[in-house]
């Protein structure tokens, strides 16, 4: 509650460089506000309520399954040069077959 009190005049306030006094000090005027709401504006903050269905229940618990793990760069390019060997050597044998050669070296694929 705001209540305004009445200045005293003193000798410093009669001197030529101090303001004017007002006139609402002069009549001893008091100004008092009061507001008073019968409802809040804003309900106090209470915590939600708890969900009838748990985060569990909507989303069940998965079982993690390893996925195989991808080959490397080198070990895709190893795949390849032996897959190349391989043709290269059936493809050789091929051609001694036909010329009716005889290779010395057994051969194993």
């Given at each position: ?38 409802a809040p ?68 694929i």
């Amino acid at each position: 509650m705001l209540q305004a009190k009445a200045i005293e005049d003193s000798a410093a306030a009669a001197s030529d460089s101090s303001p004017p006094t007002c006139a609402w000090v002069k009549a001893q005027t008091s100004i008092t506000a009061r507001l008073e709401l019968q409802a809040p504006l804003y309900p106090p903050w209470q915590p939600p309520p708890l969900p009838a269905v748990t985060l569990q229940q909507l989303i069940p618990k998965r079982e993690f399954v390893k996925k195989e793990e991808r080959p490397t760069a080198s070990q895709a390019f190893q795949s390849q040069v032996q897959a190349a060997a391989r043709q290269l050597a059936v493809d050789y044998r091929k051609v001694a077959v036909h010329q009716h050669l005889v290779l010395a070296i057994p051969f194993v694929i």
